[in-house]
């Protein structure tokens, strides 16, 4: 399965990557001999440098998501939004969709986060 650019996976990617190598820094050092001095000094400073980069991923995250525009829902359409989500959940439980179908619905009510059906 193929995420549209801009996706949620696509965002997170590199924030998770960045606290799964701040974790192993973590480890590495806590392993270490405090006695080698050397060794001790560079996996700290490897330690330190992957928590950097991983403040600067959550940062880059939080600026991402306070900037992103917020979709305007012109007011003529605003009855029917709000009447299709009153009867989404009694349409989901009444087994009329497919799974497929409940994952296109999915996709489309914020395609940027869904994987695309065509491209899957």
């Given at each position: 399965m193929r995420?549209?650019?801009?996706?949620?996976?696509?965002?997170?990617?590199?924030?998770?990557?960045?606290?799964?190598?701040?974790?192993?820094?973590q480890?590495?050092?806590?392993?270490g001999?405090p006695?080698?001095?050397?060794?001790?000094?560079?996996?700290?400073?490897?330690?330190?440098?992957?928590?950097?980069a991983?403040?600067?991923?959550?940062?880059?995250?939080?600026?991402?998501?306070?900037?992103?525009?917020?979709?305007?829902?012109?007011?003529?359409?605003?009855?029917?939004w709000?009447?299709?989500?009153?009867?989404?959940?009694?349409?989901?439980?009444?087994?009329?969709?497919?799974?497929?179908?409940?994952?296109?619905?999915l996709?489309?009510?914020?395609?940027?986060?869904?994987a695309?059906?065509?491209?899957?």
């Amino acid at each position: 399965m193929r995420i549209r650019s801009g996706g949620k996976r696509t965002r997170r990617e590199p924030l998770q990557r960045a606290a799964d190598e701040a974790r192993l820094a973590q480890r590495h050092y806590q392993a270490g001999d405090p006695d080698n001095r050397l060794v001790a000094a560079e996996v700290e400073r490897r330690w330190e440098g992957a928590l950097r980069a991983l403040a600067e991923a959550q940062q880059a995250q939080q600026h991402v998501q306070a900037t992103r525009p917020v979709p305007e829902v012109d007011s003529a359409f605003r009855p029917q939004w709000t009447h299709l989500g009153t009867q989404l959940p009694q349409l989901w439980a009444s087994g009329r969709l497919t799974a497929e179908q409940q994952k296109e619905r999915l996709a489309q009510l914020d395609p940027a986060e869904h994987a695309h059906p065509a491209q899957a």
